[in-house]
């Protein structure tokens, strides 16, 4: 995300500059944010949602004759019909609206029970949150609409349709999870995008004993311990995601005391342990692409030496899950780093599978899923 926004750089050429351009096509002089104009992009029509006046717009797209209210309608609804018919019932949240994939360039809609998170990632959007959020509240109780600022906060948009709601519990093909909409705050509690590593963890997971790194509300926790881990290790270095954690455990009638919820750096604690000479079954290290904090946290500068600790960590035939959404990490990269820290550990290893997001998360052009969720699975080789 996000995909579709064109641009055009100011130094390109002074006539561009002096009026703008969008691939080639001169913008209106007077285009202001959040304007709608037809445009020709290499002969192709198309209508444009200007982002920033006379360099960028979001392009929407063959023009039918429909107003922006029309164009949101039709294809909101046609984005939440598909999934609809293929999603199983037994699945309460998932991603309803991704983007260009769904022709709704800059805008991802996110559905947790009968709340949809619409989040925007420009400005143009902020003239049209009402009708965006008229097209969803067709569908759903309440409708948040929110422009995606910096590090998980919301933007100068952040309104709610519908009574407020401010808690939800979720259901993910059996799994139960209380999420939150909390003010000022994007992050819910669960991430759609991992449904499918929590359900691959689920089912590989039984007799393991499992470490669960950066574990926040619990997402993987659950998951394995539903699957039948002997036990987990959850740590976070944030006290309140240790309580939300154990709740969502509860929530699924498991016993939060046969496992153990760490308040720790990451970081900090596979070191120890793996001084300890502790061993685990499984280990998941799902990091954020950086944290603040005491000790802030950089997924291209730390990722490398906490999965050596993590291999180090491993049983013989024990499983690693490394995963990362962070766009300056490829999957070569990510590869590159899993494959060097089993190296680094002196213990031989395989990538067994690559795995990233769902059904749910569609995409114009096949490169964009390619740079989303990254999923990497590393099993521990003997000998
Ligand atoms: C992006 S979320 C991780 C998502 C999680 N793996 C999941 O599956 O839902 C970020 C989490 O990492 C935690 N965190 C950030 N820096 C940390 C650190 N240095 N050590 C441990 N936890 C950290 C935050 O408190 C937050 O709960």
Redesign the pocket.
């Known amino acids: 995300m996000p995909n579709g926004l064109s641009r055009a750089r100011r130094r390109e050429r002074p006539a561009a500059r002096a009026e703008g351009r969008l691939h080639g096509v001169v913008l209106p002089a007077r285009a202001q944010v959040g304007d709608l104009i037809p445009l020709e992009v290499a002969g192709r029509k198309t209508l444009a949602l200007v982002e920033r006046a006379d360099v960028a717009a979001w392009d929407l797209g063959e023009p039918a004759g429909e107003d922006l209210d029309q164009i949101f309608a039709r294809r909101v609804t046609a984005a939440i019909e598909r999934r609809r018919r293929v999603l199983p019932p037994d699945l309460t949240v998932y991603r309803a609206v991704h983007d260009a994939g769904d022709a709704l360039p800059g805008i991802a809609v996110d559905v947790y029970g009968a709340v949809a998170i619409c989040q925007c990632y420009g400005r143009a959007f902020r003239r049209h949150a009402d009708s965006l959020a008229r097209a969803l509240r067709a569908y759903f109780g309440a409708v948040r609409v929110v422009e995606r600022g910096p590090r998980g906060r919301s933007g100068s948009l952040d309104r709610w349709y519908g009574d407020p709601i401010r808690e939800q519990i979720v259901n993910e093909l059996g799994l139960r999870f209380r999420v939150r909409f909390d003010e000022n705050k994007l992050?819910s509690?669960?991430?759609a995008d991992?449904r499918p590593q929590r359900c691959e963890l689920r089912a590989r997971a039984a007799g393991q004993r499992t470490l669960?790194?950066?574990?926040?509300?619990?997402?993987?926790t659950v998951a394995a311990a539903v699957g039948g881990a002997l036990q987990v290790d959850h740590?976070?270095?944030?006290r309140s995601?240790l309580r939300w954690a154990s709740d969502n455990l509860a929530l699924n009638d498991l016993d939060p005391r046969r496992h153990r919820f760490i308040e720790?750096?990451?970081?900090a604690?596979a070191r120890r342990a793996r001084r300890r000479g502790e061993r685990y079954g499984i280990v998941?290290v799902?990091?954020?692409t950086f944290?603040l904090?005491a000790?802030?946290?950089r997924v291209a500068r730390d990722l490398g030496p906490l999965l050596a600790d993590c291999c180090a960590l491993l049983a013989d035939r024990g499983l690693l899950l490394v995963s990362s959404n962070a766009r300056g990490l490829n999957w070569q990269r990510l590869a590159a780093i899993a494959r060097d820290a089993a190296r680094a550990s002196g213990r031989p290893a395989a990538i067994t599978a690559a795995t990233g997001q769902g059904d749910d998360y569609p995409y114009l052009d096949p490169a964009g899923a390619l740079h989303h969720l990254k999923a990497l699975w590393l099993r521990m080789v003997e000998g």
């Open positions: 992050g509690g669960l991430y991992q669960n790194l950066f574990g926040y509300a619990g997402g993987f740590v976070d270095s944030s995601c720790e750096d990451a970081r604690f998941v799902d990091p954020p944290a904090g000790t802030p946290f």
